[in-house]
């Protein structure tokens, strides 16, 4: 099982810096999108472009290559930064995010980027995407994992339960599912418009093996997914308790940045701030 060396941790945890601040850039010359889900989830886009998953930014076709699906495709913004910083393209496109013609369209389209695995929309779909393509693999004898990045608020779909009896039918074992937990969806609390809890039993009575875990703290994150991919005969499920808006102060927990882009000031406030964390982070503080 890998472990992070304190220099390896602190390069992801500037790589997440990273991609915060190009989802910030981004959102501002959009002037649309999701912010808070697409903050909250840099740590472990981070932790799975640039240390979990088998890819290569040059061949983004790689037979063998690890699947990453986005099933809540409005976070969009955050799979874009992790792709851009990894070397999938330039930075600066990022600037394009929703314009007309763009690659970088505001849910994933599979057609216009390479690298993508699928084109989200409808939440509750990407698990049984994923599920079937991993039962694929299975009956291919191809060692390829597939991840699956979900909302805690899209378990609120039916195909996403039917998807859950399936792989825990078939014993994919080369199924992870990532949750983020943060409690929020856009008209409030998950647990106030329709209540998961007790969320991690349910994946247990689907035959799934769970993982729980801080969001926010690359090391726990990695090594959960290290001990999933450990586990045989069951589908995995890390879920990841986040907060939305992770590393912009005055849009942490608040679910009315769910779907909306920060203005010219509060752009220039989130920069700020991520610009002091970088300052710690390099300093390891």
């Not at 005055?250 to 220039?268: I, Q, R, S, T």
Request: glycine share 10%.
């Amino acid at each position: 099982m890998d472990s992070l060396s304190p220099e390896a941790l602190r390069d992801l945890e500037l790589h997440a810096n990273d991609v915060r601040v190009g989802i910030i850039r981004s959102l501002l010359a959009a002037g649309s999108g999701h912010a808070g889900g697409s903050l909250d989830m840099a740590d472990i886009f981070t932790a799975l472009y640039f240390h979990l998953m088998r890819h290569d930014p040059t061949n983004p076709e790689l037979p063998d290559r690890d699947r990453l699906l986005l099933s809540c495709g409005h976070i969009a913004p955050v799979r874009y930064a992790a792709m851009a910083c990894a070397g999938y393209f330039p930075v600066e496109e990022l600037l394009t995010l929703r314009h007309f013609g763009t690659r970088l369209q505001g849910h994933p389209e599979r057609v216009s980027l390479p690298g993508l695995e699928t084109t989200s929309g409808p939440l509750g779909e990407g698990l049984a995407q994923g599920t079937g393509m991993a039962l694929g693999a299975k009956m291919d004898g191809s060692d390829w994992r597939v991840y699956v990045v979900t909302s805690d608020g899209e378990h609120q779909c039916g195909l996403h339960w039917e998807a859950m009896m399936t792989a825990g039918k078939f014993k994919l074992d080369n199924l992870t599912c990532i949750v983020d937990r943060n409690v929020i969806q856009i008209d409030g609390s998950t647990e106030d418009v329709m209540p998961l809890e007790p969320f991690a039993d349910k994946y247990r009575a689907f035959n799934w093996e769970v993982f729980e875990c801080d969001g926010h703290d690359i090391a726990a994150f990695v090594d959960a997914v290290e001990k999933a991919k450990q586990v045989k005969g069951k589908p995995q499920v890390v879920i990841a308790h986040t907060v939305m808006g992770k590393g912009v102060s005055f849009m942490e927990g608040d679910y009315l940045w769910h779907g909306k882009p920060p203005k010219k000031d509060e752009a220039e406030q989130a920069l700020r701030e991520l610009s002091e964390a970088r300052e710690l982070i390099g300093a390891g503080r």
